[in-house]
């Protein structure tokens, strides 16, 4: 048996703390002799909680693009089921096992092995050593013969405080070829939400509408520690303004859509230096990730990934920039703009949030701490006090001058 690993262009962004977001899926391929058997093209990133020696932490990582397919992977034969076998980093593993019954194949197991001692992803760490959580609850499933295609995240829990979220993922197990096959079964987050009765004739598929949305609604985002105290509080509104090849149109629009709270999973990881929020919508997935500069004791937005695929793209829209400084705001405090701000995060991507208050750092009680309120805001709130103060100008003269000329006329019945 060999193996072979290729890697479509991975982009890390890496920063305080090694590796948060990996923008392109990697593609991992089992072979026996010549014969391709697994091929998968797939996004991973990682929610571990873990003991230190003082509470617990979460760790959050993405499969790096340096992750390669490791000993243990196989066709299988008899009584071994196939098996692709990840290895990253100092020593984690993240594995699936695949079964079939003849018409359909699955992951029967998920398994992730990850190294407690590897104190770079995991500081102060109590445990050390390995650890190996699995399951056998996975809903991917596809026809033989098909490519399992689930471009939307999904999220797999593996034990208590320990997740996986895939997306991205493109794969095949028992080929008959070295290519993934061009029938796709696809997971049932990516198929469209149909909401047209039966009776209604087909539409045609919609143009991204020129007219803005309204004001999106305002979500309230919350992470917490393995012991439930909030660490990041988030409440905001967004809209992503995507600039982006239509589909429909066959030219380059700009299309603006509004990240539905409710339909919205928040995810990430708290740090010392480094937090990051994760929206995760049906077809879209944002990344923010929060720095602490303690030199200037301010924290700020230092970066933003996203990754989506809109009905009206004829491509998936994933970019990201890691070199941003927006939002600052003292450390021990939260951002605040009630006002509608507009991040411009590259030249074909931003997003304009509404109603914000946040803060991703030093946390107490569960509440937001006193807030800075940005420029905005803070001339909105002059407007009324330059306004108030220029009438209670007015009013002083007014009244001055009906004094004086009161005193004048009083003057007048004195002389005569
Ligand atoms: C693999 O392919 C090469 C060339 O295509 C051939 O020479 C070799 O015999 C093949 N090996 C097996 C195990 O089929
Ligand atoms: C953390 O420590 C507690 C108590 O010692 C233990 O019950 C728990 O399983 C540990 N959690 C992890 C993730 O190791
Ligand atoms: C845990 O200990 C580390 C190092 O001693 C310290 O930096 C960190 O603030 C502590 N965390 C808590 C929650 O006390
Ligand atoms: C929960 O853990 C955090 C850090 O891990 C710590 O700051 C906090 O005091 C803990 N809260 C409780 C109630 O144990
Ligand atoms: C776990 O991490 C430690 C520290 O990086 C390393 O020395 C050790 O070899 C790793 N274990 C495995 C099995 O790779
Ligand atoms: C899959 O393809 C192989 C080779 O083309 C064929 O022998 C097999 O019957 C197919 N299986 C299914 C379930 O279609
Ligand atoms: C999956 O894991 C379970 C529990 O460890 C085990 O009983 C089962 O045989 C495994 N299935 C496969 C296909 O490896
Ligand atoms: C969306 O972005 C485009 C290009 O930057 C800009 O012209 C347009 O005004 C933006 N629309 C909204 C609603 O922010
Ligand atoms: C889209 O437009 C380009 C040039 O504007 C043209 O070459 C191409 O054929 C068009 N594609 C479709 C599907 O209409
Ligand atoms: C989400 O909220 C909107 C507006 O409040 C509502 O119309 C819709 O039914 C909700 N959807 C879900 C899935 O709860
Ligand atoms: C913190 O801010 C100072 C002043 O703006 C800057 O020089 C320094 O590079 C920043 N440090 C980090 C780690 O970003
Ligand atoms: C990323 O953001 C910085 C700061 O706004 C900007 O200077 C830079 O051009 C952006 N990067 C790209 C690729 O647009």
Known sequence: ????????????????????????????????????????????????????????????????????????????????????LVSFGAGHALALVFSSDGRLYRVANLSLQYNLSDTSTFPQSSGTGLVTVMTNVSDITARLNSTYRCVSSTTVSLSAGVSITLSDVRMEAYMNGANLSTDESVCSADLPVTTAAPTQSPRTTAAPSPTPPPAPERGNYTLTNGNGTACLLALMGLQLNVTHLSKSLNKTVSEVVNLRPNRTTASGSCGVELATLVLTEELTNLTFTFALNSTTRKFYLSAVNVSAFWPDMTDRFAEGNASLDLLQCSVGRSYMCSAQQTLTVLPTFSINTFRLQLQPFNITANRFSAAEECRMDQENMLIPIIVGAALAGLVLIVLIAYLIGRKRTHAGYQTI
């Open 1 to 84: 048996m060999t193996v072979r690993r290729s890697s479509a262009a991975g982009v890390c962004w890496t920063l305080l703390m090694g590796c948060v977001f990996a923008a392109h899926a990697v593609t991992f391929e089992v072979m026996d002799g010549n014969s391709t058997c697994i091929k998968a093209d797939l996004n991973a990133s990682f929610s571990i909680t873990y003991n230190t020696t003082n509470g617990t932490r979460v760790a959050g990582f993405a499969l790096p693009s340096s992750a390669s397919v490791g000993n243990g992977s196989s066709c299988g034969g008899r009584e071994v089921p196939p098996e692709l």
